[in-house]
């Protein structure tokens, strides 16, 4: 997921290299959809929960549950919610079921398995940009483009001790001001959840005044909660006026190896081999 979120970031920049002849208005619409696009691949980055790398010897299984709530102007309330049930073994082998959808990801064999219990089909990619990461080790992500002198940057930490910082660049009277999205990060101390000991961190985030166009500064809160036990999120909690809610939970954890059998293909399915299988990086 992360190769394909990386693929997509690079697409995007080149397109918007190449936008460099084109007139205002299109290099404005190319970077609003850039602009779309990063707040995507944030979202899926979030989302990944357990599954963001591959790591060794904290095998577990859990049910990941994702809310979202967003409040109209009008009070109106919009509401969705979906869980996936997540599985890793010891050796970073994971699991995630959603609905007749299974995905397994095999960094020993790297591998990926699409599993679709409808179609009784497995589709089978290489993996072999994937490399394992010792319990601790953090993952990252970081996406920068340009058209002309408009730039986007975003850059995010996966951990959880560390301030995130972003920066937006806009351009006005064709001189290009650079306004900060400042972060301040607060320590909340370590706590139990599912039985495991998580450590807390609360991110306010203040876009300035003018920044993204707006005419008064704009306030969103982060709030994570890692366990290095687990190396994983258990919690997160992002409130934001613009997009709303966003909560998500690491729920019915139990520690321990999970049945190797769910690891492997059901026998009797046609497996398709993609062709990204014949791709070595």
């Known amino acids: 997921m992360m190769k394909q979120i990386m693929g997509i970031a690079g697409t995007i920049v080149l397109a918007a290299m190449g936008a460099a002849a084109q007139d205002e208005v299109q290099q404005k619409a190319l970077m609003e959809k850039l602009k779309v696009e ?7 980055t979030a989302k990944l929960g357990v599954m963001a790398q591959p790591v060794l010897g904290a095998p577990f299984s859990g049910t990941e549950v994702n809310e979202e709530t967003q409040t109209l102007a009008d009070g109106t309330k919009i509401h969705h919610e979906s869980q996936t049930q997540v599985y890793r073994d010891g050796a970073g082998r ?6 007749n959808t299974v995905v397994i990801m095999d960094p020993v064999a790297k591998m990926r398995y699409t599993i679709n219990h409808e179609r009784k089909t497995v589709t089978a990619v290489n993996m072999g940009f994937v490399k394992m990461a010792p319990a601790g080790e953090r993952a990252g ?9 408009q730039v986007v940057t975003y850059t995010m930490d996966t951990g ?9 660049v806009v351009v006005k009277d064709g001189k290009v001001a650079k306004k900060e999205i400042r972060g301040n990060t607060e320590d ?13 961190t ?6 300035e005044t003018g920044a993204i166009g707006n005419d008064r500064p704009i306030n969103s809160v982060s709030e994570r909660w890692y366990s290095p036990q687990l190396q ?4 997160t909690k992002q409130t934001d006026p613009r997009s709303g809610e966003n909560i998500f939970r690491l729920t019915n954890v139990k520690l321990g190896e999970p049945d190797p059998g769910l690891f492997q293909v059901p026998a009797g399915y046609q497996v398709i081999e993609s062709r ?4 070595k990086e």
């Open 232 to 235: 994983t999120m258990m919690m």
């Open 94 to 99: 994971t699991r995630r079921e959603m609905g």
């Open 276 to 279: 990204a299988a014949a791709r």
């Open 160 to 168: 959880n001790t560390e301030r995130v910082m972003s920066s937006a």
């Open 38 to 44: 990063i707040q995507s691949m944030t979202e899926a």
């Open 202 to 207: 609360r991110l306010t985030r203040t876009i």
């Open 188 to 200: 909340l101390g370590p706590q139990t959840m599912e039985g495991v000991v998580a450590n807390g």
């Open 141 to 149: 992500i970081g996406i920068a483009a340009g058209a002309n002198d």
